[in-house]
C-alpha cells in the first residue's frame, strides 16, 4: 500500500514540475499578468497556492536536498542571496574577495524552475528553499557564522523555517552578532505610479492588474526597509528615486569578455543591433518604425538580435558599431555596460536624474547617447555624420565601465557604506563571530 502511494505522489510531481518547468522557459511569450502569478511563487513564497506549487516540486525530498553554503576562513565573511538577478550576487562576492584579502564573499542563488543558472558559490531550488526545514535550518546556522550578510530584493533567506518573514530571518543573524543590509534590485522597489510621472515613455500604465501587482510588491518592500532602518544598497541609479537615503553599488560584468577586436563606425553603413531581453520594457515596438525606415533607406543595417545563447553575445555585440539599449525605464544596467565595454556607441533615454546620480557617484558623465523613441532617428544621424567624435564617446564608454563597473568601484562602495562603517560602528562582534 505504501509503494502504491509513493507512485501515485511522484507522478503528478512529475508533471507538474515538467508544467512549470516548460511555462517558465517560455515566459517571455506569456501574458504579463500569468508571467506576474508565476513569479509570484518567488515573490510571495508563503501563500497556499506557492507551497502547493513547491511541495509538488519535491520540495521535502531528502533527494533535492544540496549542501549548505560553505563558511569562507576569513576574518570578514560575507553573505550575499538569495536572487542573484544576471549573476551579480556571485560577481559582487568575486569583486569583495579581489579588493580585500581578509575579505571572503559567498552567495547563494534561490533557483527558479527554467530559470537562467548564473554562475552562484550555491544553488538551491526554490522547493527546497521553501519547504526543506533540514536544509532551512543548516543554511541558519551556517549563514549565522558569517560577519555580514546582504539580503537582495527583500525576499527571505530561510523560506517557511520563519514563515517567509524577512524581518525575523534579520532579527535572527542580528542576535548572532552579524551586520545586515539590504539592496534592490528594479521592480522590488520601483513605484510604478511614481515612473510614470518621470517620463511619457514608462512602460507602466499599459497593464493595470500588472501595474497594481507590481506597486502593491514596491509599497510592501519600502515599508519593510523603512521599518528595518539597514542600510541599503540599489543596483541601478534610477532606484534611488525610490530610495533616496539608499547608496548606489553598481552591477557588475567581466571586461575583458566584452571586449571588441575592431574600432566602431568604419563601415560606410554602420550595424545598428537591438537585443529586446524584454521587448515591452525595451521599447523595441516604439523604436523599430524608425529602424525600419533607416535600414531601407541604407543609412545603417539594422539587426534585431533575440534567443542567441549566452557565450555568442560578445560577438554579436562587438560585430556591431551602434547598440540601442532601452527607452522606456530611463536608465541602464547591465546589457548597457556590456555594449559600453565592447567600445560600441550606446543610445538610450536615460533620465536627466540618472545621469547627475551617476555624476555624483564617479565625478564622470555616463557616456551613453539620449535618444527617445521621438529623436532616435536625428540622433542616429547625428551619430552617422560625427564618426570621429562618436568614437571618441565610445572610447569613453570603454575607460567608463573599467572604471565603475569592473567589480572594484562596487567592492569598495560596500566596504566603506557597509562592511568597515559596520565594524567602526562596533557591530562587528557578538556570537557567530569565529569560524
Known sequence: MSEHRAGVTAIPRRIVGTVIDGLMARRARLPRWVVSLMEGVAKRPGRPVSR????ALGGTRATHRPPVTEVPERPVRVYIAPTNYSGQGYLWARALEAERTDVGARNL????????????????????????????TA??????????????????????????DVAREVRALQLAGVSVALLSHGTDLRSPERHRSLTPWSPYGEDER???????????????????????????????????AGVWCPVVIDVERWSARHAPLERARPVVLHVPSSAATKGTHLIEPVMQRLHDEGLVEYR?????????????????????????????GVAACEALAAGRVVVGHVLPQ??????????????????????????????????????ALAAEGERF????????????????AWIDAAAEHGHDSGPGRHV
Open 304 to 332: 534585431r538580435v533575440s534567443g542567441v545563447a549566452a557565450d555568442e553575445m560578445p560577438a554579436r555585440v562587438g560585430e556591431a558599431d551602434i547598440v540601442l539599449d532601452q527607452f522606456r525605464i530611463g536608465s541602464y
Open 52 to 55: 502547493l506549487i513547491a511541495f
Open 109 to 136: 542563488s534561490v533557483q527558479l524552475p527554467g530559470g537562467f543558472g548564473f554562475p552562484a558559490d550555491r544553488d538551491v531550488p526554490l522547493p527546497v528553499q521553501n519547504l526543506s526545514r533540514p536544509w532551512q
Open 139 to 164: 543554511e541558519l546556522a551556517a549563514v549565522r557564522r558569517f560577519t555580514h550578510v546582504l539580503i537582495e530584493a527583500e525576499r527571505s533567506l530561510f523560506g517557511g523555517l520563519l514563515n517567509w
Open 401 to 416: 565601465v573599467r572604471r565603475v563597473h569592473s567589480g572594484g568601484f562596487s567592492a569598495q562602495t560596500l566596504l566603506s
Open 210 to 244: 500588472q501595474d497594481a501587482m507590481l506597486q502593491a510588491d514596491a509599497d510592501r518592500n519600502a515599508a519593510l526597509i523603512e521599518a528595518l532602518g539597514l542600510p541599503l544598497f540599489v543596483s541601478t541609479p534610477d532606484l534611488l528615486l525610490d530610495a533616496p
Open 354 to 391: 540618472v545621469r547627475e546620480a551617476v555624476r555624483a557617484a564617479t565625478g564622470t558623465e555616463l557616456p551613453i547617447t539620449e535618444a527617445t523613441p521621438d529623436t532616435l532617428e536625428s540622433v542616429l544621424r547625428e551619430i552617422v555624420a560625427d564618426r570621429t567624435g562618436s568614437r
